[in-house]
Protein backbone atom coordinates (compact mmCIF):
# COMPACT_ATOMS: atom_id res chain seq x y z
CA UNK A 1 0.00 0.00 0.00
CA UNK A 2 1.38 3.22 -0.94
CA UNK A 3 2.34 5.98 1.60
CA UNK A 4 0.07 9.54 1.01
CA UNK A 5 2.99 11.02 0.76
CA UNK A 6 3.88 8.65 -2.30
CA UNK A 7 0.36 9.11 -3.50
CA UNK A 8 0.48 13.10 -3.35
CA UNK A 9 3.89 13.05 -5.58
CA UNK A 10 1.76 11.04 -8.25
CA UNK A 11 -0.88 13.80 -8.20
CA UNK A 12 -0.83 16.35 -10.68
CA UNK A 13 -0.65 19.73 -9.60
CA UNK A 14 -2.54 22.11 -10.72
CA UNK A 15 -1.45 24.15 -13.72
CA UNK A 16 0.96 21.78 -14.46
CA UNK A 17 1.18 19.73 -17.74
CA UNK A 18 2.57 16.23 -18.48
CA UNK A 19 5.27 14.81 -20.55
CA UNK A 20 2.59 12.22 -21.93
CA UNK A 21 0.43 14.63 -23.97
CA UNK A 22 -0.03 13.94 -27.56
CA UNK A 23 1.56 10.36 -27.25
CA UNK A 24 0.73 6.88 -27.50
CA UNK A 25 1.41 4.49 -24.90
CA UNK A 26 2.14 0.82 -25.99
CA UNK A 27 1.37 -1.88 -23.96
CA UNK A 28 -1.58 -3.32 -21.23
CA UNK A 29 -3.64 -0.47 -20.22
CA UNK A 30 -3.97 -0.85 -16.76
CA UNK A 31 -0.05 -1.19 -16.89
CA UNK A 32 0.23 2.01 -19.05
CA UNK A 33 -2.44 4.18 -16.84
CA UNK A 34 0.14 3.45 -13.67
CA UNK A 35 2.89 5.65 -15.41
CA UNK A 36 0.16 9.15 -15.23
CA UNK A 37 -0.09 10.98 -12.45
CA UNK A 38 -3.20 11.02 -10.48
CA UNK A 39 -5.89 13.50 -11.39
CA UNK A 40 -4.45 14.48 -14.80
CA UNK A 41 -7.26 13.55 -17.38
CA UNK A 42 -10.08 15.64 -18.27
CA UNK A 43 -12.15 12.89 -20.02
CA UNK A 44 -11.68 9.37 -20.95
CA UNK A 45 -13.51 7.57 -24.11
CA UNK A 46 -13.10 3.70 -23.67
CA UNK A 47 -13.91 1.55 -26.41
CA UNK A 48 -13.00 -1.42 -24.99
CA UNK A 49 -13.28 -5.20 -26.08
CA UNK A 50 -16.99 -6.31 -26.58
CA UNK A 51 -16.65 -9.95 -26.48
CA UNK A 52 -18.59 -11.04 -28.50
CA UNK A 53 -18.20 -14.94 -27.89
CA UNK A 54 -18.07 -15.54 -31.57
CA UNK A 55 -18.33 -19.36 -31.86
CA UNK A 56 -17.70 -19.35 -35.47
CA UNK A 57 -17.61 -17.87 -38.80
CA UNK A 58 -20.13 -16.00 -40.07
CA UNK A 59 -21.41 -15.71 -43.83
CA UNK A 60 -23.83 -14.35 -45.88
CA UNK A 61 -26.52 -16.02 -47.66
CA UNK A 62 -23.88 -16.14 -51.08
CA UNK A 63 -21.57 -18.15 -48.63
CA UNK A 64 -19.13 -15.09 -48.84
CA UNK A 65 -17.16 -14.97 -45.10
CA UNK A 66 -18.56 -11.97 -42.98
CA UNK A 67 -15.41 -10.11 -41.81
CA UNK A 68 -16.28 -10.29 -38.34
CA UNK A 69 -14.66 -9.27 -34.83
CA UNK A 70 -12.37 -12.51 -34.40
CA UNK A 71 -9.16 -11.01 -32.97
CA UNK A 72 -7.42 -12.79 -29.85
CA UNK A 73 -7.70 -9.44 -28.35
CA UNK A 74 -11.52 -9.79 -28.05
CA UNK A 75 -11.54 -13.11 -26.35
CA UNK A 76 -12.50 -13.74 -22.60
CA UNK A 77 -12.40 -17.62 -21.50
CA UNK A 78 -15.79 -16.54 -19.12
CA UNK A 79 -17.99 -13.53 -18.09
CA UNK A 80 -16.45 -13.46 -14.83
CA UNK A 81 -12.62 -13.00 -17.02
CA UNK A 82 -14.06 -10.16 -18.30
CA UNK A 83 -15.95 -8.34 -15.65
CA UNK A 84 -12.45 -8.88 -14.14
CA UNK A 85 -10.65 -7.19 -17.00
CA UNK A 86 -13.25 -4.07 -17.19
CA UNK A 87 -13.06 -3.68 -13.38
CA UNK A 88 -9.09 -3.24 -13.57
CA UNK A 89 -9.36 -0.84 -16.39
CA UNK A 90 -11.92 1.31 -14.76
CA UNK A 91 -10.56 1.51 -11.80
CA UNK A 92 -7.34 2.74 -13.29
CA UNK A 93 -9.10 5.93 -15.04
CA UNK A 94 -10.52 6.66 -12.38
CA UNK A 95 -7.44 7.36 -10.86
CA UNK A 96 -6.12 9.54 -13.38
CA UNK A 97 -9.37 11.17 -13.97
CA UNK A 98 -9.99 15.13 -12.69
CA UNK A 99 -13.01 15.62 -10.21
CA UNK A 100 -14.30 17.54 -13.03
CA UNK A 101 -13.31 14.99 -15.43
CA UNK A 102 -16.34 12.69 -17.14
CA UNK A 103 -16.06 8.94 -18.49
CA UNK A 104 -17.23 7.74 -21.25
CA UNK A 105 -17.73 3.83 -22.66
CA UNK A 106 -19.26 2.59 -25.56
CA UNK A 107 -20.14 -1.06 -26.24
CA UNK A 108 -22.99 -3.52 -27.90
CA UNK A 109 -25.75 -5.66 -25.99
CA UNK A 110 -22.83 -8.18 -25.21
CA UNK A 111 -20.70 -6.23 -22.42
CA UNK A 112 -22.11 -2.91 -22.18
CA UNK A 113 -24.53 -3.80 -19.23
CA UNK A 114 -21.96 -5.86 -17.50
CA UNK A 115 -19.69 -2.39 -18.08
CA UNK A 116 -22.54 -0.23 -16.81
CA UNK A 117 -22.84 -2.62 -13.17
CA UNK A 118 -19.13 -2.52 -12.59
CA UNK A 119 -19.11 1.28 -13.32
CA UNK A 120 -21.30 1.80 -11.00
CA UNK A 121 -19.70 -0.37 -8.31
CA UNK A 122 -16.88 1.88 -8.57
CA UNK A 123 -18.75 4.78 -7.63
CA UNK A 124 -19.32 6.27 -10.91
CA UNK A 125 -22.49 8.40 -11.10
CA UNK A 126 -24.21 8.08 -14.87
CA UNK A 127 -25.33 11.22 -16.25
CA UNK A 128 -26.66 9.60 -19.62
CA UNK A 129 -26.70 7.05 -21.57
CA UNK A 130 -26.36 7.39 -25.40
CA UNK A 131 -28.02 5.58 -28.02
CA UNK A 132 -26.02 6.41 -31.55
CA UNK A 133 -28.54 4.32 -33.93
CA UNK A 134 -26.76 3.70 -37.17
CA UNK A 135 -27.87 4.76 -40.23
CA UNK A 136 -25.87 1.36 -42.26
CA UNK A 137 -26.05 -1.15 -39.98
CA UNK A 138 -24.88 -4.97 -40.94
CA UNK A 139 -27.52 -7.38 -41.44
CA UNK A 140 -28.08 -9.77 -39.63
CA UNK A 141 -27.47 -12.63 -42.11
CA UNK A 142 -28.78 -15.71 -40.09
CA UNK A 143 -32.39 -14.16 -40.06
CA UNK A 144 -32.72 -15.32 -36.83
CA UNK A 145 -32.80 -12.16 -34.20
CA UNK A 146 -33.57 -8.21 -35.75
CA UNK A 147 -30.65 -6.32 -37.18
CA UNK A 148 -28.78 -5.46 -34.58
CA UNK A 149 -28.91 -1.45 -35.49
CA UNK A 150 -27.28 0.33 -32.49
CA UNK A 151 -24.31 0.59 -29.66
CA UNK A 152 -24.67 2.30 -26.36
CA UNK A 153 -22.47 4.94 -25.02
CA UNK A 154 -22.44 5.53 -20.67
CA UNK A 155 -21.44 9.32 -19.91
CA UNK A 156 -20.68 9.18 -16.06
CA UNK A 157 -19.36 11.08 -13.62
CA UNK A 158 -16.61 10.07 -11.21
CA UNK A 159 -19.01 10.26 -7.82
CA UNK A 160 -22.61 11.33 -7.47
CA UNK A 161 -21.62 14.50 -6.13
CA UNK A 162 -19.33 15.68 -8.54
CA UNK A 163 -19.27 19.17 -9.81
CA UNK A 164 -18.08 21.31 -12.66
CA UNK A 165 -18.05 18.86 -15.25
CA UNK A 166 -18.40 20.36 -18.49
CA UNK A 167 -21.29 20.39 -20.80
CA UNK A 168 -21.56 22.57 -23.63
CA UNK A 169 -24.92 22.72 -23.95
CA UNK A 170 -25.30 25.87 -25.81
CA UNK A 171 -22.43 24.83 -28.29
CA UNK A 172 -25.07 21.51 -28.89
CA UNK A 173 -27.46 23.33 -29.71
CA UNK A 174 -26.50 25.35 -31.95
CA UNK A 175 -24.56 22.42 -33.85
CA UNK A 176 -27.53 21.09 -33.55
CA UNK A 177 -30.01 23.84 -35.11
CA UNK A 178 -31.25 25.40 -32.20
CA UNK A 179 -32.62 22.32 -30.94
CA UNK A 180 -31.66 20.75 -27.78
CA UNK A 181 -29.75 17.81 -28.49
CA UNK A 182 -31.71 14.83 -27.63
CA UNK A 183 -29.47 11.59 -26.48
CA UNK A 184 -30.40 9.35 -29.47
CA UNK A 185 -27.86 9.86 -32.31
CA UNK A 186 -28.22 9.10 -35.67
CA UNK A 187 -24.96 8.32 -37.31
CA UNK A 188 -23.06 6.56 -40.19
CA UNK A 189 -20.74 3.80 -39.56
CA UNK A 190 -17.06 4.02 -40.31
CA UNK A 191 -17.04 3.65 -44.16
CA UNK A 192 -15.76 4.96 -47.57
CA UNK A 193 -12.05 7.05 -47.57
CA UNK A 194 -12.50 7.49 -43.68
CA UNK A 195 -12.24 3.58 -43.25
CA UNK A 196 -8.56 2.79 -42.93
CA UNK A 197 -6.78 -0.20 -45.46
CA UNK A 198 -3.97 -1.48 -45.50
CA UNK A 199 -1.97 -2.56 -48.76
CA UNK A 200 -4.39 -5.25 -49.65
CA UNK A 201 -7.11 -3.30 -49.21
CA UNK A 202 -8.57 -5.08 -46.15
CA UNK A 203 -9.84 -3.08 -43.01
CA UNK A 204 -7.06 -2.32 -40.74
CA UNK A 205 -9.33 -2.59 -37.83
CA UNK A 206 -12.48 -4.38 -37.40
CA UNK A 207 -14.00 -1.43 -34.94
CA UNK A 208 -12.92 1.91 -36.14
CA UNK A 209 -15.31 4.04 -34.98
CA UNK A 210 -16.19 7.09 -37.45
CA UNK A 211 -15.20 10.60 -36.52
CA UNK A 212 -18.49 11.88 -36.26
CA UNK A 213 -19.74 9.83 -33.14
CA UNK A 214 -16.34 11.25 -31.13
CA UNK A 215 -16.27 14.85 -32.28
CA UNK A 216 -20.04 15.16 -30.87
CA UNK A 217 -18.63 13.71 -27.61
CA UNK A 218 -15.95 15.90 -27.04
CA UNK A 219 -17.37 18.89 -28.74
CA UNK A 220 -20.17 18.75 -25.86
CA UNK A 221 -18.23 17.65 -23.36
CA UNK A 222 -14.34 19.28 -23.38
CA UNK A 223 -12.73 22.43 -23.47
CA UNK A 224 -10.10 23.41 -25.90
CA UNK A 225 -6.39 22.51 -24.34
CA UNK A 226 -8.43 18.99 -22.27
CA UNK A 227 -6.48 16.28 -22.01
CA UNK A 228 -8.12 13.41 -23.58
CA UNK A 229 -7.27 9.85 -22.49
CA UNK A 230 -8.28 6.69 -24.89
CA UNK A 231 -7.21 3.40 -23.12
CA UNK A 232 -8.02 1.17 -26.01
CA UNK A 233 -6.47 3.48 -28.99
CA UNK A 234 -6.58 1.41 -31.44
CA UNK A 235 -6.21 3.38 -35.04
CA UNK A 236 -6.80 6.52 -33.66
CA UNK A 237 -10.05 7.86 -33.46
CA UNK A 238 -10.09 10.19 -30.45
CA UNK A 239 -6.92 11.31 -30.89
CA UNK A 240 -7.46 12.20 -34.67
CA UNK A 241 -10.42 14.17 -33.55
CA UNK A 242 -9.27 15.45 -30.56
CA UNK A 243 -6.30 17.11 -32.30
CA UNK A 244 -8.62 18.59 -34.81
CA UNK A 245 -10.53 20.43 -31.75
CA UNK A 246 -7.45 21.69 -30.29
CA UNK A 247 -7.44 19.03 -27.32
CA UNK A 248 -4.53 17.09 -26.42
CA UNK A 249 -4.45 12.96 -26.41
CA UNK A 250 -2.95 9.97 -24.89
CA UNK A 251 -3.82 6.76 -26.00
CA UNK A 252 -2.69 3.61 -25.33
CA UNK A 253 -2.79 0.35 -27.51
CA UNK A 254 -0.94 -3.09 -27.21
CA UNK A 255 -0.91 -4.02 -31.15
CA UNK A 256 1.79 -2.46 -33.10
CA UNK A 257 0.06 -2.25 -36.32
CA UNK A 258 -2.50 -0.15 -35.15
CA UNK A 259 -0.22 1.55 -33.34
CA UNK A 260 1.41 2.47 -36.66
CA UNK A 261 -1.64 3.25 -38.57
CA UNK A 262 -2.59 5.69 -35.72
CA UNK A 263 0.43 7.77 -36.02
CA UNK A 264 0.24 8.08 -39.64
CA UNK A 265 -3.25 9.05 -39.62
CA UNK A 266 -2.45 11.69 -36.42
CA UNK A 267 0.70 13.21 -38.51
CA UNK A 268 -1.79 14.30 -41.40
CA UNK A 269 -4.31 16.16 -38.99
CA UNK A 270 -4.34 19.68 -39.22
CA UNK A 271 -5.94 21.37 -35.88
CA UNK A 272 -8.69 23.92 -36.40
CA UNK A 273 -7.50 27.81 -35.89
CA UNK A 274 -7.24 28.89 -32.32
CA UNK A 275 -9.87 31.60 -32.69
CA UNK A 276 -12.08 29.03 -34.59
CA UNK A 277 -12.42 26.62 -31.58
CA UNK A 278 -14.43 28.91 -29.32
CA UNK A 279 -18.23 27.74 -29.37
CA UNK A 280 -21.46 29.24 -27.76
CA UNK A 281 -22.07 29.69 -24.73
CA UNK A 282 -25.19 30.31 -22.52
CA UNK A 283 -25.74 32.77 -19.44
CA UNK A 284 -25.66 29.52 -17.22
CA UNK A 285 -22.06 29.36 -17.80
CA UNK A 286 -21.32 32.67 -18.13
CA UNK A 287 -19.43 33.00 -14.12
CA UNK A 288 -21.46 34.42 -11.44
CA UNK A 289 -21.26 38.41 -11.00
CA UNK A 290 -23.17 39.08 -7.45
CA UNK A 291 -25.41 42.38 -7.33
CA UNK A 292 -23.16 44.02 -5.04
CA UNK A 293 -20.46 43.97 -7.57
CA UNK A 294 -21.96 46.82 -9.30
CA UNK A 295 -22.09 48.92 -6.24
CA UNK A 296 -18.37 48.04 -5.86
CA UNK A 297 -17.91 48.68 -9.43
CA UNK A 298 -19.08 52.39 -8.63
CA UNK A 299 -22.24 51.11 -11.72
CA UNK A 300 -24.83 51.90 -9.43
CA UNK A 301 -24.59 53.41 -5.70
CA UNK A 302 -26.71 53.30 -2.35
CA UNK A 303 -29.37 55.50 -2.97
CA UNK A 304 -30.08 54.80 -6.94
CA UNK A 305 -33.67 53.72 -7.72
CA UNK A 306 -34.33 50.75 -9.59
CA UNK A 307 -38.01 50.39 -11.60
CA UNK A 308 -39.71 47.44 -13.14
CA UNK A 309 -39.75 48.08 -16.99
CA UNK A 310 -42.81 49.88 -17.09
CA UNK A 311 -42.32 52.01 -13.88
CA UNK A 312 -45.43 50.75 -11.58
CA UNK A 313 -42.82 49.60 -8.33
CA UNK A 314 -40.11 52.08 -7.00
CA UNK A 315 -37.30 50.00 -5.34
CA UNK A 316 -34.15 52.20 -3.45
CA UNK A 317 -30.61 50.34 -3.29
CA UNK A 318 -28.95 50.44 0.52
CA UNK A 319 -25.05 50.15 1.00
CA UNK A 320 -25.12 46.34 0.86
CA UNK A 321 -27.07 45.77 -1.89
CA UNK A 322 -30.26 44.81 -0.39
CA UNK A 323 -33.60 46.98 -1.97
CA UNK A 324 -36.18 48.32 0.33
CA UNK A 325 -39.94 48.86 -2.02
CA UNK A 326 -43.01 50.29 -0.14
CA UNK A 327 -46.05 49.13 -2.41
CA UNK A 328 -49.22 51.01 -0.24
CA UNK A 329 -48.74 50.17 3.53
CA UNK A 330 -46.48 47.23 2.97
CA UNK A 331 -42.77 47.29 2.81
CA UNK A 332 -40.23 44.91 1.39
CA UNK A 333 -36.43 44.42 1.69
CA UNK A 334 -33.81 41.87 0.90
CA UNK A 335 -32.48 41.00 -2.62
CA UNK A 336 -32.86 42.61 -5.92
CA UNK A 337 -34.65 38.56 -6.76
CA UNK A 338 -36.57 38.52 -3.79
CA UNK A 339 -37.70 42.07 -3.55
CA UNK A 340 -38.73 41.32 -7.06
CA UNK A 341 -40.99 38.35 -6.14
CA UNK A 342 -42.34 39.81 -3.37
CA UNK A 343 -44.06 42.93 -5.65
CA UNK A 344 -45.68 40.70 -7.88
CA UNK A 345 -46.94 38.23 -5.33
CA UNK A 346 -44.62 35.30 -7.06
CA UNK A 347 -42.63 32.71 -5.47
CA UNK A 348 -39.26 33.55 -7.57
CA UNK A 349 -37.78 36.40 -10.04
CA UNK A 350 -35.25 37.07 -12.03
CA UNK A 351 -34.17 40.43 -10.38
CA UNK A 352 -31.86 41.19 -13.15
CA UNK A 353 -34.17 41.49 -16.16
CA UNK A 354 -37.16 42.54 -13.82
CA UNK A 355 -35.42 45.62 -12.51
CA UNK A 356 -34.43 48.57 -14.67
CA UNK A 357 -32.21 51.98 -14.42
CA UNK A 358 -32.88 54.98 -16.01
CA UNK A 359 -30.05 57.08 -17.10
CA UNK A 360 -31.39 60.30 -19.21
CA UNK A 361 -34.99 58.75 -20.32
CA UNK A 362 -32.92 55.24 -21.04
CA UNK A 363 -34.59 52.81 -19.19
CA UNK A 364 -32.45 49.55 -19.19
CA UNK A 365 -32.41 46.34 -17.43
CA UNK A 366 -29.90 46.01 -14.60
CA UNK A 367 -28.68 42.91 -16.07
CA UNK A 368 -26.66 45.38 -18.92
CA UNK A 369 -24.60 46.48 -15.72
CA UNK A 370 -23.48 43.06 -15.02
CA UNK A 371 -22.52 42.19 -19.17
CA UNK A 372 -20.72 45.28 -17.82
CA UNK A 373 -18.48 43.32 -15.04
CA UNK A 374 -18.21 39.84 -16.90
CA UNK A 375 -16.40 42.11 -19.80
CA UNK A 376 -13.95 43.49 -17.54
CA UNK A 377 -13.30 40.73 -15.47
CA UNK A 378 -12.92 38.50 -19.21
CA UNK A 379 -10.55 41.29 -20.60
Known sequence: MPSAASSAARTLAAG??????????QGDCVAALEKLPAGSVDLV?????YNLQLAGELHRPDQSKVDAV???????DTFAAYDAF?????????????????????GSYHNIFRVGATLQDLGFWVLNDIVWRKTNPMPNFRGRRFANAHETLIWASPSADAKGYTFNYDALKAFNDDLQMRSDWVLPICTGEER???????????????????????????????????????????????????RHYIGVERESDYIAAAEKRLASIEPAAQHHLKVV????????VPFGNLLEAGLLKAGDVLTDAKARHRAVIRVDGSLICKTG???????IHRVGAAVQGLDACNGWTF????????????????EKIRQTTAA
Not at 88 to 104: D, H, N, S, Y
Not at 359 to 370: H, Q
Open 16 to 25: KSISFRDTIL
Open 45 to 49: FADPP
Open 70 to 76: DDDWDRF
Open 86 to 106: TRAWLMACKRVLKPTGTLWVI
Open 196 to 246: LKDEAGQKVHPTQKPESLLYRVLLGTTKPGDLVLDPFFGTGTTGAVAKHLG
Open 281 to 288: QGKRAAPR
Open 329 to 335: ETSHEGS
Open 355 to 370: WHTDTKGNRAPIDVLR
